[in-house]
């Protein structure tokens, strides 16, 4: 019983240890590009659990405390909740964080090198014209790759 809450290392090492690895994948996502976070396949979901189980050793060491589990889910929400209130005050920040929205198309011009770039692929493509009601490449007046990695177009008018 006394190895359930026994920590077996200082409290600070738990927060250090869920800074570091909190920044590094974030910085890992943001640098894999704003598609990775759209809309989740099972691919997906599958990275995300196997981000965390790779993290995991990282974040607590030999430690199997139930103390240093709750330690680490607290430092980790409260990190994420520092840089959702450092992004909603610091526009420089967010673009940092989050990123800035892509142009991908604009009067009926798409621009296959940035969805390339973007890792958009073609049917993803064609799929946000479908559900923005566009059907035909030059009705679109401007396609956008927003930072939360869905696609906005807007039709021309007339």
């Keep these: 019983m006394h190895q359930i809450f026994n920590l077996s290392m200082p ?4 927060v250090a240890r ?4 909190y920044f590094a994948l974030l910085v ?3 640098v894999s590009g704003k598609r990775t976070m759209g809309q ?16 995991q050793n990282a974040l607590l060491g030999e430690d ?5 589990g709750l330690l680490l889910a607290a430092t980790l929400m409260a990190i994420n909740w520092l840089v959702g209130l450092a992004s909603a005050r610091n526009r420089r920040f967010e673009a940092l964080v989050e990123g800035s ?14 969805l ?3 890792l958009i692929s073609r049917e993803d493509f064609d799929k946000a014209m479908r559900e923005a009601g566009i059907d035909a490449i030059d009705e679109i007046h ?10 906005t177009l807007v039709a021309r008018h007339g």
């Design 11 to 14: 409290w600070w090492g738990f």
């Design 116 to 118: 390339r770039r973007e």
């Design 142 to 151: 401007l396609a956008v790759l927003e930072t939360n990695g869905h696609i």
């Design 64 to 68: 199997a405390s139930v103390g240093g």
């Design 18 to 21: 869920a800074v570091i690895v």
């Design 28 to 30: 890992m996502i943001r």
């Design 40 to 55: 989740f396949t099972s691919f997906d979901m599958l990275l995300v659990v196997l981000l965390g189980n790779a993290v």
């Design 101 to 114: 929205p892509v142009l991908l198309a604009r009067e009926g011009k798409v621009y296959k090198d940035v």
